[in-house]
């Protein structure tokens, strides 16, 4: 079975998208008879080829990333000539995401050359603060987006607050397939533990620490995490990252910021962790909850993820993305009552234990395509 994987980036960029493609792909080739190969920006290192899957890295310009902080890359004229090659060569075409250039460019391939598509639809809609690019996304979303995933073979979504933004929630040809997580990285701690790793990066031993993971960009809620760091000068804020955004510009001693961070290294951030804050928006259901929650670090996000993942509404604390207020309340009563506790580590990662593996993702992804 010949699988082409496209996306924007290699999962090396560290977006939540490409590393999702990344062990979905990772985890499949395991399996017998699958042989890979992946198509994506040539913007970072792609991945080591094997017997059984290739990389073909895409000329790109990745301007609007660079300048706006919006991850997306345009390809190269000659780049494309090479996709079309390889969606000829295809038995499948999986893609992440529908609205990247290159993407959409992988889908008219695969029409003409009439392989079968599969698409996994990550993201809904983004609340950019720049009018334009809200006006754009909406307009794809509900013309080109929908167009591509009603005459695909399957769309898949990883959240169903996405699946019911694009109104497809009875459609016959979508699949609801969540996330997995890489059990032999991420794990509670052993008792002690967490000191030690505190210890390691300097970080205090006995007060709070908030994490937040990701891109340093609006879409993640940065403007939120900027003045709750500055209400909560008294918890020492983690950023693991990198983007537009500087949280080290905003002059405050409570800050530390660790950029591009080794995947095998996250763990120890996790685990160090009191609690992980993400206000982000438009995003379905973030790797990074499922990753802190792994490592019995309970999660505050925006309300709208509760919607994305239903059965995760016990287990994660919530707060109103537009209201500041709520989350300074929030975080105080967090804060100042048990909600925090060591019995709080072992539920959350209990939850994490019973949901999350990527052999139960790709053995859906398997049978999907094996049905195809």
Not at 107 to 127: D, E, L
Not at 194 to 212: C, G, M, T
Not at 237 to 250: H, L, R, Y
Not at 267 to 281: G, H, I
């Amino acid at each position: 079975m010949k699988i082409l994987v496209v996306t924007h980036y290699y999962n090396a960029h560290g977006g939540g998208v490409e590393i999702v493609a990344g062990n979905i792909i990772q985890t499949l080739l395991k399996k017998e008879n699958i042989d890979i190969t992946w198509i994506a920006s040539d913007v970072d290192k792609p991945p080591a080829v094997t017997s059984s899957f290739r990389s073909i890295p895409m000329n790109a310009n990745n301007y609007f990333e660079n300048k706006f902080g919006v991850p997306y890359p345009l390809w190269g004229l000659r780049s494309l000539s090479k996709l079309f090659k390889a969606v000829k060569a295809a038995d499948i075409v999986h893609i992440h995401d529908y609205a990247y250039f290159g993407n959409i460019a992988a889908f008219c391939a695969a029409k003409f050359y009439k392989k079968r598509i599969v698409i996994t639809q990550h993201i809904g809609y983004i609340p950019y603060k720049n009018p334009i690019f809200r006006i754009i996304l909406s307009c794809a979303n509900r013309t080109i987006g929908l167009l591509m995933m009603r005459t695909s073979f399957k769309t898949v979504f990883i959240s169903e607050s996405v699946r019911k933004y694009f109104d497809m929630n009875n459609a016959y040809n979508t699949l609801f397939i969540s996330n997995g997580v890489d059990r032999s990285l991420f794990y509670p701690p052993h008792e002690n533990t967490r000191q030690d790793i505190r210890r390691k990066y300097s970080l205090p031993e006995n007060d709070a620490v908030f994490l937040f993971a990701g891109r340093f960009v609006e879409k993640k809620g940065l403007p939120i995490l900027k003045e709750l760091a500055r209400i909560f000068n008294n918890v020492t804020w983690i950023f693991v990252g990198w983007g537009a955004i500087d949280p080290e510009t905003w002059g405050l001693k409570n800050v530390r910021v660790f950029r591009h961070i080794d995947k095998m290294k996250m763990p120890d951030f996790y685990r160090a962790a009191d609690l992980t804050v993400l206000p982000s928006v438009g995003e379905g259901f973030p790797l990074v909850i499922q990753e802190s929650m792994s490592c019995g670090t309970p999660v505050i996000v925006n309300r709208e993820i509760i919607d994305a993942y239903p059965p995760a509404e016990n287990t994660l604390f919530y707060a109103d993305h537009h209201k500041i207020n709520t989350w300074e309340n929030r975080l105080k009563t967090l804060l100042s009552d048990a909600a925090l506790s060591p019995d709080t580590r072992r539920r959350v990662a209990d939850f994490a234990e019973q949901h999350w593996n990527w052999d139960k993702c790709a053995n859906a992804y398997l049978s999907l395509f094996t049905q195809i």
